[in-house]
């Protein structure tokens, strides 16, 4: 269920910045945004030379910057930038174009975004989610190692108390996981439930990301404010093989 509900979450954000695509609009501003999600270089060059609001917005909140970062188009995102776009520029939902390429894995956007400054841990306002907090929950590990490499806060949560580390260990990210904890993330942090990321990967029956979370001497008793330990979360879902590792790591 705290799987499903967090790509529901995600899926939300990303499905905001491509709202306003489905149509071409008649003025300028909208016809901005237009080209910007489709990557059409040539069309925005002409819009900005007729003096085009560089920050036009939709109803969403959603500038020319956010929609090319969040749809990949690099050259579209650097002109936009030359042009003076608001890098930190937020929609009615918080969301910035930073948060939107890092969501969506376009780490060489990221990395123009943040040349330009880019605020890394500014956080959207629905959930709490920031850059490294939305790539580490969809898996792109490029984009997660170069936000840390730039100072994200590691630390950083979500709605519900949710730290980078437990969002890749729900989905399932072996590599992010890895990559967080090999740069100090807490192996027993936790959600305001107390659910840690080896509980997770139990009730998951992730074995590999399980056996990381024992190697790095994740708390094998941890429980959560209703009780449930690793232990319980494996053998309510039948996953033996979890439960004997969990017992050959001294889990009582």
């Known amino acids: 269920m705290l799987k499903c509900s967090i790509i529901w979450l995600v899926a939300g954000l990303l499905i905001l910045a491509s709202f306003f695509c489905s149509a071409v ?57 030359e042009w003076e776009a608001d890098v930190d520029a937020a929609a009615n939902k918080g969301a910035t174009a930073l948060m939107l390429a890092s969501a969506s894995g376009h780490t060489e956007v990221v990395r123009h975004l943040l040349e330009w400054e880019a605020a890394i841990d500014l956080r959207e306002k629905e959930n709490g989610f920031t850059a490294l907090l939305l790539a580490s929950a969809t898996g792109n590990t490029e984009t997660v190692k170069l936000l840390l490499e730039r100072g994200a806060d590691i630390n950083a949560q979500a709605k519900e108390g949710m730290p980078p580390l437990l969002l890749a260990a729900v989905a399932g990210h072996l590599e992010i996981a890895k990559l967080l904890l090999d740069k100090g993330a807490d192996v027993n942090s936790k959600n305001d439930n107390a659910v840690t990321g080896l509980m997770a990967a139990c009730y998951e029956g992730n074995i590999d990301m399980v056996r990381l979370f024992l190697e790095k001497g994740a708390d094998v008793n941890a429980r959560s404010k209703d009780g449930e330990t690793a232990l319980m979360g494996a053998s309510a879902k039948g996953h033996t093989e979890i439960v004997e590792l969990l017992k050959a790591h001294g889990t009582k």
């Open 25 to 81: 609009y008649a003025d300028p501003g909208a016809d901005l945004l237009y080209a910007a999600t489709k990557g059409d270089l040539k069309r925005v060059q002409e819009l900005l030379d007729k003096e085009t609001d560089v920050d036009s917005k939709d109803e969403n909140g959603i500038t020319p910057l956010m929609a090319a970062s969040s749809e990949g188009h690099v050259d579209v995102v650097k002109l936009l930038l």
